[in-house]
């Protein structure tokens, strides 16, 4: 186990709450991700059928 | 016998210390710190760091100048010429601090390091842009434990730009107060209801709180992080900053000065006219500006290849200046908040740790144009305390006498008893020539005001 430098007070909480951050943060990019994916799923045909252009939303 | 000074602000971490040295600033870097040191430079994370001008570079010195025991090594980083505090920082300029702060967390993490500090106070407004300081704030990166600094961030960075946005109010004098940042539970006091409605603010603040006061004491938290929830962490608290609207309201007192006085543009063109010419005159390659309103006359003096550090009292005057200082990529151009009547004062420890402004920003020319009548009718200084003020702090002066009969003056005597029968053009040349001589004097044609060319008669 490395041996951290705690010459700062992390504050006694600060590392608990940053767990707890980190799980609702990685929530809300799985989900935000996941909506991306259900858009991307039902516009691609649209996308398709205007052909030679990019899709910049995806 | 080891003549070095070190720095009274260099003393919590063990990692190494700032020393003044024959009149430049080293940075000793420990046996303590030496792997992490080693790192720092082999993994490639400075060279990184210093060609995108965002770590101070460094010369380093194999030579053990503080001949102390713990001695790895001695850096000597490039000299910032002016060392500024978040307290005299308006609120772009902490965003900036902040942004780079995190930048650095992100490009430390790639070569397995991390900051083990986030504070404004290792950030320096360096050639008009801002730079990391603190060439001893990296260290090994753990993934699986959490950020250090984290709260750290929060309270000097998060937490005072959480209050500017939702109060609109400058918090620099709190800042001034709090020197490790604003605590928790404070902003959590402050913050007006609506702000709960922001993601960011209940993580941050409303979570911290509860968590803070919850843990138990004596019971390390079992953790477990992950570089991934680092970076989520990280990118969400960029994304906070980022948003922050870019374009804030300048419309206070001073904001519009120039634009609205009518005789604005012919006043100015006279008055740049003398400033040019007492320019011309002086050898000084430094100067305080006071009361620089939107950095019109910085700007002059930035021409002359002056190095300018521009005050004023208003965060928005120096919002503005900063923008342009920024968007024009002008070096030579420090923006800061001043209020002259109350200047930040030494704090931390033993009142040692962080100088007073006038201790810290020294230069051979202090401008002082349209101030006067501001600081003796508006403030109650009197001329004599004023010239003193001025001897101390100034071994060249331009300053502008803006008289009673000014329509300005006028304007302010109107809602005040005028106890002011002192205030003179002749009782102000006798009370500064106790302390300067006049080398230069011009009246602004078509304008009662008058400007002054003077120096100091003796060094203090």
Redesign the interface.
Known sequence: MECILLYIDPGSGSYLVQVIIAAILGALFYFKNLWWKIKAFFFRPKKEESEGEDSVNG | MVNYTRHPSSF????GFVFEYGGQVYRQVNQYYARQFEHLINSGLYEQLTQRGELIPHQQIDSNLTQSKEWYTTLLPEPVDYISYPYEWCFEQLRDAAQLTLGMVRTAVQHSMIL??ATPFNVQFHKGKPVFIDTLSF??Y?PK????????FCQSFLFPLYLEHYLKTDIQKILSSYIDGIPVDFIARLLPLKSRLSLGVW??VY??QT?????K?GK??E???SR???M??VS?LTNIIQHFPAERIYNSTWSNYYEDTILSQEYLREKENIVRQFCAATKSKTVLDLGANDGHFSKLFAGYGMQVVATDADSRCIARLYQEVKKNKITNILPLILDIANPSPAIGFQNRERAAFHERIQTGLVAALALIHHLVIGRNISLPALAEYFNNIAPELIIEFVPKEDEKVQQMLATRPDTFPDYTETAFEKYFSKYFHIAGKQTVTGTPRVLYHMKRKKAI
Do not use: C, E, M, V
């Not at chain 2, 919590?12 to 990692?15: E, G, V, W």
């Not at chain 2, 968590?211 to 843990?215: D, L, Y």
């Open positions: 919590k971490d063990p990692a083990k500090d260290d090994l753990n434990q959490p950020w250090i600094a984290y709260r750290q993580l941050h979570l911290q968590a803070n006061g919850s843990q004491p390390a938290a953790t477990r992080f991934k929830k680092l989520d962490l969400h």
